[in-house]
């Protein structure tokens, strides 16, 4: 039996970041290439959002095992730094599910990333860009905190690189 | 290419960024204020994560592995600037050393992204990026408490006076510094030293301190080649107190 690139992309959809439970790996973008050698050989490419990053360890292995699931047994798993993650990587569907789940999307950015792209936030709770930065340091490494001045509520950001 | 003189280049900087981060999480549950407390932790994080993808390259290139080159040697083994492993003092110190240390950081990972050793230059791209948000930090606070009270100023402007001879010693060069050069692998201590004094003043003209004479400062070497303070084997034994308990313990 053979399959398809998108059909392992496919079963990818089921890894979740363990710290934001709504966001694949595929919408995080962090899934950077999935090739299907000639001998049948399935490997998968990954790239970390932060080199610091604790969840990569964690990632990985759901990787190897939702591979091993849909029996794929002659497998490799990477993590490489050939592809660089930015935020720009996350896919539309995930920047929703990111507002959804109450953290702000990161604002695309043209690669230059400055004081003013990081302090750019639209508030998940009211939609209000009436807002401002309280730190660039978040409680993961990925998140920046944000105030809204327009509904009070005080709310994280993932962070734009 | 040298071998040699790319694990010589690769082990200050992991051992900087390792000492660093080590320096830098010390201030968790202890900063002057919440954000202040969350920054450094998080700063800290980064750099231990930098520093492990650093030893991991070192390891590719025939060296031991991540955690026992991090956790087993002596400090004479460390190459990373004695500026580094400096204990934190009070927040101005840190605060000083946060901005010339990461002023140097960011460039030196800005000028590696063009390295003509490509895991090198692949794992930099990364972290300059993580890099600049430290680096904005630092310079955020310096140009604020840089010209905010007397005492604030004054702080800073000691803790700038103290920090400089070390400051300097990151630039300390290597024997290797022509093989890096000409191979392509690092543009060389001296250029990075140059560009760091451009983005120093630059920074520092933009607050109420003022920098000193650098030609007229002697740098504090040693660090480079395995010569340290009286502080850092005791924060090795203290960073490392766990993992010798078993080393071959699974974490």
């Not at chain 1, 699931?69 to 497998?75: F, M, Y």
């Not at chain 2, 083994?77 to 002023?103: A, K, M, W």
């Not at chain 2, 800073?156 to 103290?162: A, G, R, V």
Request: proline content about 5%; overall charge negative.
């Amino acid at each position: 039996m053979t399959n398809s690139v998108e059909e392992i992309r496919e079963w990818l959809e089921e890894v979740k970041d363990p710290e934001i439970p709504v966001l694949s790996l595929n919408d995080l973008g962090v899934i950077t290439g999935i090739q299907i050698q000639d001998s049948g050989k399935v490997v998968v490419d990954m790239t970390p959002t932060f080199t610091g990053c604790p969840a990569m360890d964690v990632m990985k292995q759901d990787v190897v095992d939702v591979l091993t699931k849909n029996g794929i047994e002659d497998q490799e798993v990477r993590v490489t730094f050939e592809t660089q993650w930015n935020s720009n990587l996350i896919s539309d569907k995930g920047r929703k599910a990111l507002a959804d789940f109450g953290l702000a999307p990161p604002p695309k950015h043209n690669m230059v990333v400055d004081i003013d792209i990081i302090e750019r936030a639209s508030c998940p709770h009211c939609g209000s860009d009436n807002t401002e930065m309280n730190t660039p340091f978040g409680p993961t490494l990925c998140r920046s905190i944000h105030h809204c001045n327009n509904c009070g509520e005080t709310f994280e950001q993932f962070k734009p690189v | 290419m040298n071998v040699e003189a790319l694990k010589d280049l690769l082990y200050k900087m992991a051992d900087d960024q390792l000492v660093l981060g080590h320096r830098n999480s010390e201030w968790t549950g202890f900063g002057p204020l919440l954000e202040e407390d969350i920054a450094f932790s998080s700063m800290a994080q980064d750099k231990v994560g930098q520093s492990w993808q650093l030893y991991k390259i070192l390891n590719e290139l025939g060296e031991n592995d991540p955690d026992t080159v991090a956790f087993m040697r002596n400090a004479d083994q460390f190459h990373n600037c004695q500026f580094v492993e400096l204990p934190n003092g009070e927040y101005d110190f840190s605060l000083i050393r946060h901005f010339l240390f990461d002023t140097a950081e960011l460039l030196r990972f800005q000028f590696l992204s063009e390295s003509s050793f490509e895991p090198l230059a692949l794992l930099a791209k990364k972290i300059k990026g993580e890099t600049k948000y430290h680096s904005m930090h630092a310079n955020i606070w310096v140009k604020q408490l840089g010209s905010a009270t007397e005492e604030s100023v004054s702080r800073l402007q000691t803790s700038l006076n103290e920090a400089l001879p070390y400051a300097l010693g990151i630039f300390e060069e290597s024997k290797f510094e022509d093989d890096l050069i000409t191979s392509g692998i690092f543009k060389g201590e001296a250029v990075l030293k140059e560009a760091w004094m451009g983005e120093i003043t630059k920074i520092l003209n933009k607050s109420s301190l003022s920098l000193p004479d650098l030609t007229s400062i002697e740098p504090i070497t040693g660090g480079r080649n395995g010569i340290h303070s009286e502080h850092l084997q005791p924060m090795l034994d203290e960073m490392s107190e766990v993992f010798k308990v078993d080393p071959t313990a699974e974490w």
